[in-house]
């Protein structure tokens, strides 16, 4: 039976869809809830990691689950933003890729029980990229309300005309991109058993098939 910081990683994934869906649905009060489902999410990653350090619930399953719950989340709003039409494309395939591959690389270590070297510009990283997702949500929101309502926010429309959420998610992926190039360099011990394993896999299937 999973223990609790591991069924709230699981809900996080589980409200991941949920949050979507009502993004997308075509109504103020919807959209907003959204926001409200997207938030308990999000803070179900604080509290999960909070009692699992509390009393021990540390397990390899919730080493791995955790992060890459994250990681669903978060590419999931991104995703959704781009096709709102909120962010571009370019910046959506440059974090989530870069974040998935420092997962699977993390999650190779994990699993090889090999350490992996962290960064503390790394975490600050997730921080900025959090609050960012956060923001284009609430412009978001703040759009649609204006659009439907047929009012004007003057914040909104200054936004707008300076392209600020297009600098400020531009800014977020060349961070995201820089400490993931740190991240893999740091770490490239696992870069390389990975290529060895692929390496050796493939060697072995082909004297097999002699």
């Known amino acids: ?48 990691g909070y009692i699992a350090k509390k009393y021990g619930y540390v397990t390899m399953w919730g080493k791995f689950l955790d992060p890459l719950a994250d990681k669903v989340l978060v590419s999931a709003a991104l995703i959704a933003f781009n096709i709102l039409g909120y962010i571009q494309l370019c910046v959506v395939l440059v974090i989530v890729i870069r974040d998935f591959m420092v997962t699977g690389l993390r999650s190779y270590a994990l699993f090889r029980n090999r350490p992996v070297v962290t960064q503390e510009l790394a975490r600050t990283k997730t921080f900025i990229q959090m609050i960012s997702v956060y923001f284009v949500y609430i412009f978001l929101l703040a759009d649609y309300f204006a659009e439907v309502h047929q009012i004007s926010f003057g914040v909104i429309r200054v ?28 770490n490239r011990i696992h870069v390389l058993n990975i290529f060895r394993d692929i390496t050796g896999i493939f060697h072995s299937n082909k004297s097999e098939s002699k």
């Open 1 to 48: 039976m999973m223990n609790l910081p591991n069924q709230l990683t699981v809900l996080r994934i589980i409200l991941t869809p949920l949050f979507l869906y009502t993004l997308f649905v075509d109504h103020v009060g919807i959209k907003f809830l959204s926001l409200l489902i997207f938030i308990i999410a999000s803070l179900t990653d604080l509290y999960d």
């Open 159 to 186: 936004l707008k005309q300076i392209g600020f959420v297009d600098k400020l998610m531009a800014i977020v992926a060349l961070l995201t991109l820089y400490t993931g190039v740190q991240y893999f360099i740091l």
